[in-house]
């Protein structure tokens, strides 16, 4: 760190000089396409001179602000290593966050917080606060509620976390299901067998085991029903022990086959409910019941209820602004029709 002193009309202004390193994560991740993420980090510190030359960031100004800007720099890094990713939205709430449990909530103290290692190295982990807490919700209960907007990882941290209790050895298999809602009444008319016609409604639970568990090893647990993918109809009439089970897309269920799903829970079981309740596939006359089984289990212990949002979108950054402009809408309409209807 050098140190440079100027005089001026008898007053001595010390900048101080440093140069940070970038070599433990990927820089365009950290400074952001065309450097957006860089610029957040300029306007947060108008006082420092900041520049990025290839894996490093050098900065200029009071000494005072180079330790701040450090030491919001290093969370960032810190953040990056274990996450691997990070959006420009949590980028500028970890520059903006003051206090030392804010923080915490960005940054995770421990190092150990990969869900599951898959083919080729990869990490898989909780990648934003909510992910992190229906982590956590989902090692201290039996059942979670995931409740967001798409894009929010949902489906793919509660398979992460299914796989992580099958290779941990706490359940002895992973149960996989949805409504087949979309399809309707054309299934007869799609080409092929009943599992053909079936599988695509069923591909991003799919696509989320293809990047946790090598082809090979899949294979052998499907073949062996280790791993089971299968519509919510097929859960009738069973008793799942020593499971993992997860139902996605539970807001085309209707009331009795979400209460069907949930009393198929058997001993030494976990279960995870995802859903959107702005995206109900359900015919005009049948009503989701995932609103109601929401409400009427808030408060049994052993259960719990978590709620994603925009914050936790890790899709294309579009994905944030189209889920506010269709929330935003919504509230309109809202408030449009409680004052028609209040007249």
Excluded: C, W
């Amino acid at each position: 760190m050098a140190t440079i002193k100027y005089f001026i009309t008898s007053q001595i202004i010390t900048l101080t000089e440093t140069i940070i390193s970038l070599n433990t994560v990927n820089p365009i991740e950290f400074f952001g396409v065309n450097n957006g993420k860089l610029d957040v980090l300029k306007k947060r510190f108008p006082l420092l001179k900041i520049l990025s030359r290839g894996t490093q960031i050098k900065m200029s100004g009071a000494p005072e602000q180079i330790e701040i800007a450090k030491e919001k720099i290093e969370l960032l890094i810190q953040y990056l290593e274990r996450n691997g990713s990070l959006s420009e939205n949590y980028f500028s709430k970890i520059l903006g966050g003051d206090d030392a449990e804010s923080i915490d909530n960005f940054v995770d103290k421990h190092p150990n917080d990969v869900l599951v290692f898959g083919p080729n190295g990869k990490t898989v982990r909780a990648r934003t606060v909510n992910q992190k807490r229906m982590v956590e919700a989902a090692d201290k209960n039996d059942i979670v509620f995931a409740i967001g907007p798409a894009g929010t990882g949902k489906t793919y941290t509660a398979v992460a976390l299914a796989v992580r209790a099958l290779k941990n050895k706490i359940v002895k298999k992973i149960i996989l299901t949805r409504p087949a809602v979309e399809a309707g009444e054309s299934l007869g008319f799609l080409p092929g067998d009943l599992k053909e016609k079936i599988d695509p409604y069923l591909r991003p639970l799919y696509d989320a085991l293809d990047d946790m568990i090598p082809a090979d090893k899949l294979g052998y647990y499907m073949s062996t029903r280790t791993i089971e993918i299968a519509p919510l109809a097929y859960m009738r009439g069973r008793t799942l022990d020593n499971a993992f089970i997860i139902l996605d897309e539970s807001q085309n269920t209707n009331d009795l086959q979400l209460k069907m799903f949930l009393t198929r829970i058997g001993a030494n079981a976990k279960a995870i409910i995802t859903g959107d309740p702005t995206q109900i596939d359900l015919p005009r006359n049948q009503r989701s019941g995932l609103e109601k089984a929401s409400r009427i289990l808030k408060n049994i212990p052993g259960i719990a209820h978590i709620q994603l949002d925009e914050e936790d979108v890790v899709r294309h950054k579009l994905v944030k602004a189209i889920i506010k402009a269709y929330e935003k809408d919504h509230k309109e309409e809202e408030e449009y029709y409680n004052i028609r209807n209040s007249k």
